[in-house]
């Protein structure tokens, strides 16, 4: 459905995480911005870009920033309305989506164990929201089989359901935290 307009739900949605990415609050995602992310997240690791983790992490951050530039015209500033178009388009891009979601599942699993702990989320939407957010609860909801972890398909899963869903029943709508 190219073209259509983002609905009141996913502009609900996407402002929050717009909001929180907005490190400096200008109304514009910029490079600048996805680096004060990257090294929010860095820190709240206790490392920083110099280790394997964090150049790891810092690579798959800023190669989200230059994607998500490139589809919204490459100007260097990412508008809240030019994010909104880009959702448009990613029911009809899954291998995009799914590919971003692989490459943050990366960076989000921590030791490497194939699972991302509810630590390591909690860590994850520290980051991204700036503020710790009670996400047990989130968590639980996240992990459908309820086995302690999310496994990579689960992930995936929920993030293709944050970035190209429409349902705000989807688990994966809440994959930064309620709305």
Known sequence: MLGAMAS???????SGVFGAMDTDG????????FRA????????????ASTPAGQKLA?????WWGALDEAAGGTGQVSLDQVLQVVDALPAMPGAVTGTAE????????????????AEYERLIAAWNGV?????????LLDSDGDGGLSREE??????????????AAPGSRVFGRV
């Open 8 to 14: 009141d739900f996913q502009r609900r949605k996407i």
């Open 26 to 33: 200008d109304g514009f995602l910029t490079e600048t911005d």
């Open 37 to 48: 992310l990257t090294a929010r997240w860095l820190d709240l690791r206790g490392t920083d």
């Open 59 to 63: 690579a798959v951050m800023m190669g």
């Open 103 to 118: 490459a943050m599942f990366e960076a989000v699993d921590e030791n490497g164990d194939g699972v991302i702990s509810a």
């Open 132 to 140: 710790g957010t009670p996400s047990g609860d989130v968590f639980a």
């Open 155 to 168: 992930f995936t899963r929920h993030w293709f359901e944050f970035w190209a869903g429409d349902d705000p």
